[in-house]
């Protein structure tokens, strides 16, 4: 009995520890993919965060799906150097506006790393006008935010929040 216990106490701490270190049930978990080609489209509306070792660009992309418009999410990470680096924790979420702000969507992307001259895309889940609407009724704007850690340019966490894009619900 006392081996059943301690099997039994064994796996429910396993599974306690998997639990803290998993990313939010809520949050959708992106792979990094290649950018777009720069100068972005007209219908990309960012952010961009320059600095000599690296840049960090936080888009708000607005398009149409035929019957409405449709908002999505997308930070883009370019590695100046030679060498590459680690990124971790980053997330590319998508704010409703006036405040108090609702978040309507909630991305995580994988922790990767970036080689030296490279540059990577993680995009967040698409969102209809309708869904955002009934998430954040008297929304008029929305706004994506990126954040991502990259300990060998920045010591502490880069956050970028794209411009305003109107949405009026």
């Not at 998993?22 to 965060?49: D, F, I, K, L, Q």
């Not at 590319?92 to 030296?116: E, F, H, K």
């Amino acid at each position: 009995m006392k081996r059943i216990i301690g099997v039994l106490t064994a796996l429910l701490s396993g599974l306690l520890v998997a639990a803290a270190f998993a990313p939010p049930a809520s949050a959708a978990v992106r792979t990094w993919s290649t950018p777009v080609a720069y100068p972005y489209p007209g219908n990309w509306h960012c952010t961009e965060r320059n600095t000599s070792t690296y840049s960090v660009d936080v888009c708000l992309i607005n398009s149409h799906n035929g019957v409405e418009p449709v908002y999505k999410a997308v930070m883009i990470v370019w590695n100046h150097r030679s060498t590459g680096f680690q990124m971790s924790g980053a997330v590319i979420n998508m704010w409703a506006q006036p405040s108090p702000s609702t978040q309507v969507r909630d991305d995580a992307c994988y922790d990767s790393g970036l080689s030296g001259g490279y540059r990577a895309a993680c995009y967040g889940t698409a969102i209809t006008l309708s869904a955002l609407c009934d998430k954040k009724r008297d929304a008029t704007t929305a706004t994506a935010n990126g954040a991502v850690n990259i300990p060998a340019v920045a010591s502490s966490r880069i956050a970028v929040e794209s411009p305003r894009v109107t949405v009026n619900c």
